[in-house]
């Protein structure tokens, strides 16, 4: 079993709806958590990061923590075509300061125009 | 706002040769990471390193090195490549020392084929 599950999709929405893409995790010494985007045949694109429980917003995304159900969501709201990508959700494994971090296997999403 | 910078970005070489990549992190990082992506996987970590040091270590094979320079770039070394070798490997970057930072920001990678 991965330490971070994450479903694959894909997953296709029409414009302007508001998405919903999830992780969990096994490892509750996992403290910082990210969300990145990847278009195709392109680095990850940094997100959202936060560190705590809670809820996080920027723009038109909020990032959502639960550690005691060691779930993670993020939302985007009034999606775009622009949007389409794969979403990976990763986290920080604990060990020394440069320590890797771990993704789950992406959410291919699609927004239909 | 300045990225992090990665060299080449397409390299093909033969079975049994030897590719080094290079990674220029995000100025005033002094951390970075090296990452290898197969076709529809996730990034799998190989290594990783902070103040010049080796700090974390993945499933990176004995063929494979790298190491961190003074100026904060970095270096993987490929030697006797396989077919398997094929993927793109990405670098990422973060400022440990100034910020304790955990976020890493990712190059654009660079595509290894293997023939």
């Known amino acids: 079993q991965k330490e971070v599950e994450q479903d694959p999709g894909p997953l296709s929405v029409p414009e302007g709806a508001i998405v919903s893409l999830n992780c969990t995790y096994s490892?509750?010494?996992?403290?910082?958590f990210m969300w990145y985007r990847q278009y195709s045949r392109k680095g990850p694109e940094l997100l959202m990061y936060?560190?705590?429980?809670g809820n996080k917003e920027d723009g038109r995304f909020t990032a959502q923590v639960d550690k005691s159900s060691k779930y993670i969501s993020l939302f985007i709201r009034d999606s775009q075509p622009s949007d389409s990508a794969t979403y990976l959700c990763?986290?920080?494994?604990?060990?020394?300061?440069?320590?890797?971090?771990?993704f789950g296997s992406g959410t291919r999403l699609s927004i239909r125009p | 706002a300045a990225g992090v910078i990665q060299s080449p970005r397409h390299l093909i070489k033969e079975k049994r040769e030897t590719a080094t990549l290079k990674c220029y992190p995000i100025p005033r990082h002094d951390t970075v990471y090296w990452y290898q992506q197969g076709p529809g996987q996730d990034p799998q970590f190989l290594i990783s390193f902070y103040e010049k040091m080796q700090s974390d270590k993945g499933s990176i094979p004995d063929r494979f090195s790298a190491q961190q320079f003074s100026d904060y770039h970095s270096e993987l070394n490929m030697s006797s490549l396989e077919l398997g070798d094929s993927a793109l490997y990405f670098c990422?970057?973060?400022?440990?020392?100034?910020?304790?930072?955990?976020?890493?920001?990712f190059g654009p990678g660079t595509r290894l084929t293997v023939t």
């Open positions: 990763a986290m920080r494994a604990p060990g020394s300061s440069a320590s890797k971090i771990i």
């Open positions: 936060t560190y705590s429980s």
């Open positions: 490892n509750s010494a996992f403290q910082y």
């Open positions: 990422a970057s973060t400022a440990l020392r100034d910020r304790a930072s955990y976020e890493q920001y």
